[in-house]
């Protein structure tokens, strides 16, 4: 079963705008939840990560919004460029290390 | 900056046929992986290696092993092939005192036909 779920499969935003793609999770022993960021003909990338004990995390453009209560975060793209446009993998682990569950991926398209 | 080569980049393979997909990384990242990535699942683990001589199952490991002879290198061995494992391979490198990040290779096209 998907431990690890991205609602959207797709989300198409204009330039400039706020681009907010959710994750949720099952497993309350995940403690580490890193984005990757994927553009066509490569691998996944580390865009940004955040440990359960944060409720945000933010690294220029990029914010993470942590509920630990809810088993939700969300990624938001401020001033979304059409450089942006990729899919983003929102993936778990816990504490202790052991290999990370990916969720399905959100298609993002910046229209400019 | 970690660096995870993959080959071949493309394969078309045989069904029944032995396919060996290799992977190589010079950051000397103690763990390893083989993730296999299909539209609507994902990045889905098939092997991982904590280091030179282990290899542990994933969560789908069915038709795959693994082989990781040193600490640069890591193959996945599909030793009868068939059209359901035509897919997108990518190889990770990581090393967990590290953040836990993951640095992924290419990728490598397979066509079971």
């Known amino acids: 079963q998907q431990q690890v779920r991205q609602s959207s499969q797709s989300l198409t935003v204009w330039e400039g705008e706020t681009a907010i793609l959710n994750c949720s999770y099952e497993?309350?022993?995940?403690?580490?939840f890193p984005w990757y960021q994927q553009f066509p003909g490569e691998g996944p990338a580390l865009l940004i990560a955040i440990r359960s004990v944060s409720d945000k995390k933010e690294d220029g453009r990029f914010t993470i919004f942590f509920n630990k209560r809810e088993k939700n975060l969300s990624l938001h793209i401020k001033d979304s460029q059409p450089g942006d446009s990729a899919t983003y993998f929102c993936a778990a682990s816990p504490y202790s290390g052991t290999y990370q569950r990916f969720g399905t991926g959100t298609k993002l398209q910046v229209v400019p | 900056e970690a660096a995870v080569t993959q080959s071949p980049r493309n394969k078309v393979a045989v069904t029944g046929g032995k396919v060996t997909l290799s992977c190589n990384q010079t950051n000397n990242h103690n763990n390893m992986y083989w993730y296999r990535q299909d539209t609507g699942h994902g990045l889905r683990l098939i092997h991982y290696s904590y280091g030179a001589g282990s290899t542990e199952k994933g969560d789908i490991p069915d038709g795959y092993k693994a082989s990781r002879p040193s600490q640069e290198n890591f193959s996945l061995i599909l030793e009868l092939a068939t059209p359901s494992q035509t897919s997108v391979y990518f190889c990770?490198?990581?090393?967990?005192?590290?953040?836990?990040?993951?640095?992924f290779g290419p990728g490598t096209r397979l066509l079971v036909l």
């Open positions: 990770a490198s990581g090393d967990p005192g590290a953040q836990d990040t993951q640095y």
């Open positions: 497993n309350s022993a995940f403690d580490y």
